[in-house]
């Protein structure tokens, strides 16, 4: 797993099974979280006959494909696995026609890629026909592109000018528990192919391959902001100063200005090393805008954070240091992706467990200050402008996504984390303050929703948080095509029928 403490099995009596990365910790090495046995799959015939035995034998499957889940969804303890890793084949369609569809129905320019391709594989190719595709973001493209990613929304910089990554989707392969391969779209199993698009991963079935649109690639405005605050109070808080909490509140006030002239990207505030002070990082792209309009919407927070910096003081509120606040053409989405992302590489997890809130646009609109206040006092938030544009005007009824998502506009994460070897009770501490945190995000919004692929597995009302009003239909669905549920993941669709180990219904 991408965040090794879904690896870790721990007992009602505190004791961990587990096998640690960090071997010099002295630990024994156990089978913790993980399953068995399983099947690499490299087809969808390997994927009917796993799904026909688990299905023979009644055994508690689960699908994984990067193991970036951070609810653990991808993993369990004695189960049996279905890997999709390997299934890496993409097919570029100049004419698309879903099956069953009418001739009217056709796409240009689609790609179908096999449910192991992952996003470091997917832009290479879609990149090099010229064209760009809506994926997501992480050291070196791991995501999978295929998988849970896009079943449970799929944001991307790209969202706000093209749509989620499902409201780019215009066919799915799957598998589905009696073990029939179908393929779902507009024409034909319309119900499943609506719940695949935002009801989840691991749930309705093993998806084997996903076709999307692709656009063509544009120029995009790069926008880079990056201070610390230099101060002598204490490090490593955001709470405690009163400077951060200015710039903070402008970006808040300025987000729905800056979502207006065609920016999207991510903000988080994070210490910096080497001490540890707090700093506010920032990276933003606005694809096909002018120069001109890309400017009038960036270049009033960066004066009103030259003018902050320059009136701050060290010993007062802490002086703010800026290293980086410009905005420059890069040629394509391409390009950028190749001078960011595309070499980064290494072990990038570790034990963290997070919780997040889609801001609806009404309450950053109208509240930047509780907003931008709210975000401060829980660990280091993480503000990423994924939503409104293309988002925001998709039909919310057009597929099974939470609704929420239409109305958000910034898609807030913050989390805890532990070191390797920590007990189950310093792991419970954490997951105790996950659950505070968890509840001042609700209180902010407590309206609109999570997105449940970066989302926590405490909270108090999964189905309405993570599904909104479309939580009946899906279960509906869900029940229609997996009655036995072969496929169940925590808090995911159906998931209340099965007590926490989801080993046995309740
Ligand atoms: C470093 C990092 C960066 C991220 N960046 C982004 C981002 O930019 N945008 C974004 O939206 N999200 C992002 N995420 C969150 C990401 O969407 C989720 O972690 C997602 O669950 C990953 O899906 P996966 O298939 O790669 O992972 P897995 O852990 O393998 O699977 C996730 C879930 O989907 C199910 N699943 C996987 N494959 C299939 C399949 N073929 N059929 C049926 N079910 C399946 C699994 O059972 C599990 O429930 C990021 C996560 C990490 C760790």
Known sequence: MQAPNWDNFIFGNGTISTCYLNASLGFPCEQGSIPIIGVDARSVKDVQAAVKFASTHNLRVVVKNTGHDYLGRSTARKSFLIWTHFMKNITFHGTFVPVGG?????????????????????????????????????AGGSVGAAGGWV???????????????????????????????????????????????????????????????THPSTPLILAIFSAFINSTLPSGTTTASPILEDLFVELVRMTPAMSDGGWAGYTTVVPMP???????????????????????????????????AANSTFQTTGKLIILAAETSPINSFATLWNMSFANTTGQVGSQVEITSRLLPRSLIEDNPVKVAKTLLSVPFPSFYLVAGGAVADADPSSTGLNPAWRKALIHTITGVGWDEGSSAAEIMQQRDQLKQYT????????????????????????????????????????????????????????????????????
């Open 102 to 138: 009418p001739k009217s129905a056709e796409y240009n320019d689609v790609v179908t890629l096999e449910a192991g391709v992952q996003w470091g594989e997917a832009y290479p190719a879609v990149n090099a026909r010229g064209r760009d595709i809506v994926g997501g973001i992480s």
């Open 151 to 213: 079943q449970g929304g799929g944001h991307s910089a790209l969202a706000p000018k093209y749509g989620l990554g499902v409201d780019n989707v215009v066919q799915i392969t799957v598998v589905i528990a009696d073990g029939s391969a179908l393929t779902v779209n507009e024409y034909q199993h319309s119900e499943l192919f609506w719940a695949l698009r935002g009801g989840g991963g691991g749930t309705f079935g093993v998806v084997t391959s996903v076709t999307y649109r």
């Open 274 to 308: 080497p001490t540890n002070q707090p700093s506010l990082q920032m990276g933003y792209i606005a694809p096909n805008v002018s120069w001109e309009k890309a400017n009038s919407t960036m270049n009033p927070f960066f004066a009103f954070a030259e003018a902050l």
């Open 439 to 506: 509840a001042i995000l609700n209180n902010l919004a407590p309206h609109s929703g999570a997105y449940l692929n970066e989302a926590t597995l405490y909270e108090p009302n999964p189905q309405y948080t993570f599904f909104g009003s479309h939580y009946e239909r899906l279960k509906f669905i869900k029940e229609k095509y997996d009655s036995a549920s072969l496929f169940v993941v925590a808090s995911g669709v159906g998931s209340e029928d099965w007590d926490a180990s989801l080993n046995c219904r309740v």
